[in-house]
T-cell receptor
């Protein structure tokens, strides 16, 4: 059973455009939703994260939108740049502390073209 | 931010040999570390949760006798792939959370750079 569903699998965006990646979760006990960025051959790095008590969080060009009733959250990358080309993973966990692991989506391969 | 270091970053071994991968938290203590496995162009799949001073907890389908995990200190966890075979070739990534961070803290999960294992 896939607990976090991510789409699209791949995405091509023009430089300067908006990249949008969506995720949906099933477990209503999840209360921490991070997005990770991974470059080839590297480990994932935390990009931005949100908790369900807010509907939106913005950090620079990256914004997470969260819809608790729909159990969905999305990542928006504004003014996308070629350097943003990477694989993005959404994740979720019940409680971001202690021995709680993250459950990952399948990833979205983003290509930003000039 | 906090750093998690993995070693080696790449390892090539012959079938039947054992390989040890180290995961260290460099500037924080981690009572729990997580080991993930990632096949090319796929997501990260949790293999096991490594607990300092106690036995690791393995996910369903992961052979504990094949993937030996030792978490002997608050800054070091090791994963040993025993009697490796070509199908064990993968990207192994560890992650850790600062033990000092509680529910009120961000409790960010930090990932290592990964170790690419190739079994010939």
């Amino acid at each position: 059973q896939q607990q976090v569903k991510q789409s699209p699998q791949s995405l091509i965006v023009q430089k300067g455009g908006i990249s949008i990646i969506n995720c949906a979760y099933e477990n209503t006990a999840f209360d921490y939703f991070p997005w990770y960025q991974q470059f080839p051959g590297k480990g994932p790095a935390l990009l931005i994260a949100i908790r369900p008590d807010v509907s939106e969080k913005k950090e620079g060009r990256f914004t997470i939108s969260f819809n608790k009733s729909a159990k969905q959250f999305s990542l928006h990358i504004m003014d996308s740049q070629p350097g943003d080309s990477a694989t993005y993973f959404c994740a979720a966990s019940r409680r971001n502390s202690g021995n709680t692991p993250l459950v990952f989506g399948k990833g979205t391969r983003l290509s930003v073209i000039a | 931010g906090a750093v998690v270091s993995q070693h080696p970053s790449r390892v090539i071994c012959k079938s039947g040999t054992s390989v040890k991968i180290e995961c260290r938290s460099l500037d924080f203590q981690a009572t729990t570390m997580f080991w993930y496995r990632q096949f090319p162009k796929q997501s990260l799949m949790l293999m096991a949760t490594s607990n300092e001073g106690s036995k690791a907890t393995y996910e369903q389908g992961v052979e504990k006798d094949k993937f030996l995990i030792n978490h002997a200190s608050l800054t070091l966890s090791t994963l040993t792939v025993t009697s490796a075979h070509p199908e064990d070739s993968s990207f192994y990534i560890c992650s850790a959370r600062d033990a000092a961070s509680g529910i009120t803290n961000t409790g960010e999960l930090f990932f290592g750079e990964g170790s690419r294992l190739t079994v010939l």
